[in-house]
């Protein structure tokens, strides 16, 4: 069995699994404290559509992620989700003592899903780091923590992606794969909002928001 058939869902469970995704933002408003940070945000993603988020630090592209993955409230406006999410931040959880496998065990367990540890180092190969699979997390590099969130992405089959910074300290063949992930999830039917400085190669994004122009 391939690295990529190990972490693959049947196509017919697949289809049912991301053809559930949407998200639609009416009018929204987020603030930090009593500052508003933007308001008025309209958005509509469907299935295979992903949105980049724009905007100088501080403009409020982590809290948006944070009010759309239910963590934080709205200062106004409406969100609207439907089917299932993986929200991952600047720190993502990960245990410092915890292998890199180990530590994909553990964040899928809290998500109520098995992973054999087949199907774990199958994860770890396909983002390069299967040799560091019995390393702890405190010893791994940046672009090596980075790699390990993507193979968190391939174990979590979750239609709707609300990444920050996703490719951040990441080389040029890290974030060619990064993009890779991002094009096999979307043309699944998934969808996606990054917040990014950077370009993602492969499918540009459908909306592009950027925060704090005015």
Known sequence: MTADAAVALPSRAQARLYAEG??????LACAAGPRVLFGGLSLSLLPGQW?????HNGSGKSTLLRCLAGLSPAHAGTVRREGDLLYQSHHAGWKDLFSASGNLQWQMSLEGQSCDAATRLAALQRVGIAAQADLPFGRLSAGQKR?????RLLLARRPLWLLDEPT???DSQGQALFA???DDHLARGGL???ATHLDIAGRPPDRIITLGLS
Do not use: H, N
Request: proline share 0%; no cysteine; hydrophobic share 60%.
């Open 22 to 27: 949407r998200l639609d933002l009416q009018d």
């Open 51 to 55: 949105a980049a988020l724009r905007g």
């Open 147 to 151: 790699r390990l969130s993507m193979a």
């Open 168 to 170: 951040t300290a990441l």
């Open 180 to 182: 890779q992930l991002l």
């Open 192 to 194: 996606a909002v990054l």
